[in-house]
Every structure is written in structure tokens, then in C-alpha cells.
């Protein structure tokens, strides 16, 4: 099975900038030690700072599903479900 590449996409509510990004970065040091995480970081973008980028490697698709089933994925879903505007997950596949 192939690596997995994630781009996550979250745009925050203004007012709630502060609460996503803190829940995001409480994501990053627990989510690096998960089996199969290969690459996991976080971005803020330097001209709107109510918009984060989280870029992904996964060892396998069962890996990417047991994050996305991991107590701290869930507790930061429901912790920031009022404060996001938008959030896209794109699930890319390496071609060179």
C-alpha cells in the first residue's frame, strides 16, 4: 500500500481564531507519535490569520482512519465545530 498525503484546509471564524488555533496545536505533538503518522504539520498563513493548513503523511489509509477515529481528533472536532467556517480535507496520492 501506498503513502497517503493529506491537505487540511481550516478556516476559522474570526472571533474564534485564538481557540482553533490553540485546539490545532494540542493536535500536533500527540498526533506525530501515532502508528503510522509519518509527517504531520501545521500552518498559519501570513496574510490571514484565521487560516491553517495541516499537511499529512500517513504510512496507509488505516492509519489516516485510526486518526480520524483517535480521542484527540474527536475532542478537537467537537471543541471547535461552532468556531470553524470552513474546514476541506483533500486526500492526495504522491505522483513523483
Known sequence: MSQLAIVANILAKEENQELVKAE???????TKTEKGCIT??????NNNDNFFLVYEIWE?????????KS???????DKTKEAI???TVNKMTFLG
Open 40 to 45: 504531520y504539520r501545521l500552518h498559519q498563513d
Open 60 to 68: 496507509s489509509t488505516e492509519a489516516l482512519e485510526q486518526h480520524s
Open 85 to 87: 467556517q470552513e474546514f
Open 24 to 30: 490545532l496545536l494540542k493536535l500536533v505533538a500527540i
Open 71 to 77: 480521542k484527540h481528533m474527536l475532542s478537537f472536532l
